[in-house]
């Protein structure tokens, strides 16, 4: 059932994103009077569609292949390849007769709209739930194997990233990667210590699905009525140390533990003030002992609509001066951070397991954000390059030559096509290890 869930999850995104893209071109190039022969949901590869329409001159479908959508446009280069159309004589209707303001505002149509429907979502997203984070204040990390060799520990609390201050416990990792940090202030126990970040280990870092989860103490906010320890004896307040004489700081540390004791009645010490007690505790068969534990510093940020556009506006921009320094990383191959690159596989494991609107909203910003600074890469074949070469001719006053634009869309369609294959390969084998 899960598996369903995050496929109709990406599914669902990726169409939506499209459509606001491809929506982007057809909007300005039908205000200019620019012909659109063909909107496509996916891909109708050898003229085959699941469904398909016709209305004000334009054929809309929804086609068989799922790896995106296009917006063919009369009289212009673009993935299509339609080198017929181009060898007639120019048209009125046509995209290569309008002046190259026009065209250009065709082509940037589509980064336009995604990245209006991010502002948008950011502003729903704060106006509805506001804007919730765990304060990295007072906040101790829990390690895995690659934070431990760079010298993290278990219980550090993060005070500095060079003179940074991080605020969001949950942007450490990121923060660590692009502030180019080189060293980082940690508290452990009574004592200030810097641990200096080796750089080449950058790529690892952003290859590590979680470098520093939140170490939660194993203290019980409440016990479940009517579960197995309603009766145990077990309190709010009180601190869970011993499983069957194993030592636990953090629930993280009892998790193996309790996996390993399922169907079983387990000596626990908890200690309740001053006092330490020995209290037995029953096991379910899912390793559960039916106990909420007190939440993590979760702060959140309540805003009223007016208050919402502001601080979506600087979400947006925050997200999108962070997805620029990944991109700039990705560039680095020294940094290894191009194994990071994923296809629609990496997009479908960021989505949860359950339908939830809040983390649905704030991945498809994300996701929008993505698309529309990707799109804009002077690569041809993305409209990057098509804006490229349409502001070459508003500078110089020269347009290029359709056989080079043909060229370059050939050229421009291999990268791309390397890219997906790079992104397939990482997803792959990371599925393999």
């Known amino acids: 059932m899960v598996i369903f869930v995050k496929i109709a999850q990406v599914v669902l995104a990726l169409s939506v994103l499209i459509l606001i893209h491809e929506f982007g071109h057809f909007l300005w190039a039908r205000l200019f009077g620019i012909r659109v022969e063909k909107f496509y949901l996916f891909f109708d590869v050898g003229g085959k569609a ?31 390849m339609d080198l017929a159309q181009l060898r007639q004589e120019p048209q009125p209707w046509e995209f290569r007769t309008h002046p190259a303001w026009q065209r250009l505002l065709v082509m940037a149509g589509g980064v336009i709209n995604n990245f209006i429907f991010a502002i948008l979502a950011y502003i729903a997203i704060m106006a509805i739930w506001g804007q919730s984070y765990i304060e ?36 450490l990792q990121a923060d660590l990667v692009r502030r180019d940090v080189h060293k980082a202030t940690v508290l452990r126990g009574g004592d200030t210590l810097d641990i200096y970040i080796d750089q080449a280990r950058i790529g690892e ?24 320890n309603a009766g145990s004896g077990l309190r709010r307040g009180d601190r869970i140390v011993t499983l069957d004489g ?9 998790r193996e533990l309790l996996a390993q004791m399922s169907s079983q009645e387990i000596a626990t010490e908890v200690v309740r003030g001053d006092d330490t007690l020995g209290l037995p505790v029953r096991v379910d068969s899912l390793g559960h002992i039916g106990v909420y534990m007190q939440a993590p510093n979760i702060q959140v940020r309540r805003y009223n609509l007016l208050e919402a556009i502001p601080a979506g506006w600087r979400t947006a921009g925050e997200t999108i001066r962070g997805y620029l320094d990944d991109l700039r990383l990705i560039a680095r191959p020294s940094t290894g951070a191009y194994k990071s690159v994923g296809s629609f596989i990496a997009i479908g494991q960021v989505f949860p397991d359950t339908w939830d609107w809040y983390r649905f909203l704030s991945i498809l ?31 110089t006053g020269r347009k290029p030559g359709e056989k080079f634009l043909v060229a370059a869309q050939m050229v421009g369609m291999v990268l791309i096509f390397g890219l997906m294959f790079l992104a397939f390969g990482n997803d792959i084998a990371r599925i393999i290890h």
């Open 246 to 254: 194993h030592g636990v700081e953090y629930i993280q540390d009892s």
């Open 205 to 228: 870092v952003l290859n590590d699905p979680l470098m520093f989860d939140l170490a939660i103490p194993f203290v019980v906010d409440s016990v479940m009525a009517g579960g197995l």
């Open 365 to 395: 910003a994300l996701l929008s954000i993505m698309l529309a600074v990707m799109n804009l890469l002077p690569i041809p074949g993305l409209d990057g390059g098509h804006i490229l070469f349409t502001l070459y001719e508003i500078v």
């Open 50 to 80: 699941l469904a398909r329409w016709h209305w004000g001159g334009t054929e809309f479908g929804i086609g068989w292949l799922p790896f995106g959508g296009y917006c063919k446009i009369a009289g212009m280069v673009d993935e299509s």
């Open 136 to 171: 990295n204040r007072g906040s101790r990390i829990y390690v895995d194997d690659l934070a431990y060799e760079m010298g993290f520990r278990t219980g550090d609390e993060i005070l500095r990233l060079d003179d940074y201050v991080p605020e969001n416990f949950a942007m």
